[in-house]
């Protein structure tokens, strides 16, 4: 979404949205619901303001990925490369273990907003994130990403490695839940496993 300006000096806030999954994870498309409300209720702003919101949406579907954008939890949201959350908090995500077959090992972003903790971004955090940006744009030049990140965290692991089993195995999503951990689990059912004749790692 882009916010139509007519004015050659026109400034930008660049908002980068990242996550795991928008199908099956709820904090996901919840966080991306909240933040569609938050770009029409500052719309006007932007708009008298000279300012064009320019939104990037970016599934992290790789460790690479994840390692090349810095990107430690899911869903995250960074208005001109800063991260909107203040604290660091994340708790189980029953929807992207579901999604990975992880049976509920992964853990997701919560929100900590005005004292309260919320399981997808606030609409009135995100806003505040957008104005902050809007009233420094003239002075401040975008920051890009951060790319700080030495490795990925362990639960993003967890996901990746899961979910490649998951669309590699001959089992079912019920049987890839429980045969095995999520860090053994392209040992244990991915194709390879099955080319030794072995038949399927979960059986």
């Not at 007519?6 to 994870?25: G, Q, S």
């Not at 498309?29 to 949406?57: F, P, Q, R, W």
């Not at 090349?68 to 991260?83: A, Y």
């Not at 999604?99 to 929100?111: L, P």
């Amino acid at each position: 979404m882009k916010t139509a300006i007519r004015n050659d000096e026109t400034k930008k806030v660049e908002i980068d949205f990242m996550y795991l999954d928008l199908e099956t994870c709820t904090r996901c498309k919840g966080t991306d619901a909240n933040l569609a409300i938050a770009l029409n209720s500052v719309a006007k702003v932007l708009e008298a303001s000279g300012v064009e919101a320019v939104i990037h949406k970016t599934l992290v579907d790789s460790e690479q990925k994840a390692l090349d954008l810095g990107f430690v939890s899911s869903p995250t949201i960074r208005v001109n490369g800063r991260d909107i959350a203040m604290e660091f908090r994340e708790s189980t995500c029953a929807s992207c273990g579901e999604a990975c077959g992880c049976d509920g090992q992964i853990d997701c972003r919560v929100w900590v907003y005005r004292g309260q903790e919320y399981s997808v971004a606030p609409v009135g955090m995100i806003v505040d994130a957008i104005l902050s940006a809007v009233y420094s744009v003239r002075d401040e030049v975008p920051k890009a990403p951060p790319k700080d990140a030495k490795a990925v965290p362990e639960n993003l692991k967890r996901f990746y490695a899961g979910k490649a089993a998951k669309q590699q195995s001959c089992c079912s999503a019920a049987e890839q839940a429980t045969c095995c951990d999520a860090s053994e689990k392209v040992s244990c059912c991915s194709p390879a496993v099955q080319s030794q004749g072995e038949g399927c790692g979960c059986r």
